[in-house]
């Protein structure tokens, strides 16, 4: 039977809920306890896979297919765990369910309503997340305590508490602890206290205040929070900014928010071995640098991309150099000098994206990468730029085009379409949860580079996409020099293309790996990537 452990977050949203939820799944991992984790959004959209990741950041993929918010990838990263579509749940879902239970008569007759119908649905979904074999489920509710779309959550929080009773789950209450207005000396305790008080009025009673401030908390601040939120003084913890986020477990564990959970939840506690961990942090302060240029259309939001940055990170740390990552707005290699922009990178990734705008600067620095012979990764849609660019500019197909920058008016001949739509999808399908999602399997072609890194034959991969290549193209494309270096064992679609002859490591895949990347387990494409990119200095 699992244990519980409730997040909350109050006074502002963006204080880092998902890698203190994170950072508690790798602390509890590391004492020798299984965990998973669930993130409810309140939001009304099904799913994040139809959000704009400039507003809401990355759409974090699932191996199962679900298009989650990007907190399962901090969760996923730091516990070193795999999660799946159950722990994602969104308003949206809860109450599709719940009207399509009514549609179905299971209500008997009944008025249905939020109280008990949908706060039941939510106590379900808790359970469901948690599964078999689990000691601990982590449930981080998004945005703050007292908005109007998380009270629902909020009330499945106290109902699931209470029926659990003590010793089988706890809250712990995220807040800012802003020293601003008096130059950092003094730490303002009020906006805490006030939500203390509004999580009170819901009934809920936290057993740990984390503070999110730039340093320490102060004893001053530690007293005053204990007395006025009925928490006791060493269950105030202090959760300081830090200049990388793999460091917020060192500083819970120095706390002992490890070891307090444990005890509270009867569960074994043993000293926890961060000793890999901490190795993973120190590489971060290598001397040698090695410098990546990411170009894309979501470039102006870090956390568009936050997958890609990380397993960047990862590999960078495991051969001992400092990642410079650089990200560049497609849309500004354009027009102008791109070469000038680009050059004196080691490095170009082009990650995945949707749309016309900002495309052909992405091709702008492929076609650089190609024939400058600079390291090249491109990662789904970086792979059908990258085959555009190929029959553009070495195929002399100068009107290749992916079916997708195409308007719903235009007559396009299909001919032109190097990325096409398969036979079996239309235009019309609706947006939401329609892409080829999830994992995909892939054989690699011995002796290429995708095959040398993986040191595999057969690979799987998380998917997002809709467009493939065109299989009617790949004849010419393979002719023209480009190798297809995976396609999938079944229907052998395009799924790696590399220009292993030229000497160079240009390598695109239609999956997402950076999604499986891990701090302590990096993903070896992204490992070669880097290995290529270090020579290139
Ligand atoms: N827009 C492309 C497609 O739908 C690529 C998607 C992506 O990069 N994730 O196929």
Redesign the pocket.
Same mark, same amino acid.
């Given at each position: 039977m699992s244990k519980y452990i409730f997040i909350t977050g109050g006074v502002v949203s963006s204080l880092g809920k998902g890698v203190v939820s994170a950072s508690l799944g790798l602390l509890l991992r590391a004492c020798g306890l299984q965990v998973t984790f669930l993130k409810f959004d309140p939001y009304l959209n099904r799913d994040a896979g139809t959000m704009n990741p400039y507003q809401h950041g990355e759409v974090f993929v699932t191996e199962d297919g679900a298009e989650t918010d990007l907190d399962l990838g901090h969760y996923e990263r730091f516990a070193d765990v795999t999660l799946g579509r159950r722990s994602n749940v969104t308003t949206g879902q809860i109450y599709g369910a719940v009207l399509e239970r009514e549609r179905q008569g299971a209500y008997e007759g009944a008025t249905v309503q939020v109280i008990p119908h949908v706060v039941d649905a939510i106590k379900d979904a808790i359970l469901d997340a948690s599964g078999d074999d689990v000691d601990v489920t982590l449930v981080e509710l998004g945005g703050t305590i007292g908005d109007i779309e998380g009270m629902p959550f909020i009330e499945a929080i106290r109902q699931f508490m209470l029926e659990k009773g003590k010793g089988e789950a706890l809250l712990l209450h995220l807040v800012l602890l802003p020293g601003l207005l008096t130059g950092g000396s003094e730490l303002k305790t009020k906006p805490a206290q006030h939500s203390a008080q509004k999580l009170r009025e819901c009934g809920l009673h936290m057993d740990f205040l984390l503070c999110r401030t730039e340093g320490p908390v102060t004893k001053e601040a530690r007293d005053k929070l204990a007395l006025h939120t009925n928490v006791r003084a060493e269950r105030v913890i202090g959760v300081p900014d830090v200049k990388l986020i793999y460091n917020v477990p060192f500083k819970l564990h120095e706390q002992g928010l490890d070891r307090m959970i444990c005890t509270e939840l009867g569960l074994p506690y043993s000293e926890p071995d961060l000793s890999a961990w901490q190795a993973f942090s120190d590489a971060m302060g290598a001397e040698q640098e090695v410098r990546i240029v990411a170009v894309g259309k979501y470039s102006g939001n870090a956390d568009a991309y936050k997958s890609l940055g990380e397993a960047l990170l990862h590999a960078a740390a495991a051969r001992g150099a400092r990642l410079v990552l650089d990200w560049i707005e497609a849309e500004t290699l354009e027009s102008g000098d791109a070469e000038a922009v680009l050059r004196g990178y080691d490095g170009l990734v082009v990650? +995945? +994206?949707? +749309?016309l705008r900002g495309a052909m600067g992405k091709i702008r620095a492929i076609q650089w990468a190609r024939e400058g012979k600079v390291p090249y990764l491109g #990662?789904? =849609? +970086?792979l059908?730029c990258a085959v555009i660019e190929f029959a553009r500019n070495v195929c002399g197909a100068q009107d290749a085009i992916?079916a *997708?920058w195409a308007t719903d008016d235009e007559d396009v001949d299909l001919d032109r379409c190097w990325?096409t739509l398969l036979d079996n999808q239309g235009k019309a399908t609706p947006l939401g949860g329609t #892409?080829r999602l999830g994992s995909q399997p892939c054989r690699l072609e011995p002796g290429s580079l995708a095959r040398d890194a993986y040191g595999a034959d057969l690979i799987d991969e998380r998917h997002? /996409?809709? =467009? *493939?290549v065109n299989p009617d193209k790949v004849r010419v494309l393979e002719n023209c020099g480009l190798r297809i270096s995976g396609r999938h064992p079944e229907n052998r679609l395009v799924e790696v293309i590399e220009l292993s002859e030229s000497g160079q490591w240009f390598v695109a895949t239609q999956a /997402?790996p950076e999604f499986k990347s891990r701090p302590l387990r990096p993903h070896p494409l992204f490992l070669s990537f880097i290995d290529a990119a270090m020579e290139q200095k």
């Open positions: 990650p +995945g +994206g949707f +749309g #990662l789904c =849609y +970086g059908q992916s *997708e990325v #892409l997002r /996409h809709r =467009y *493939e /997402h």
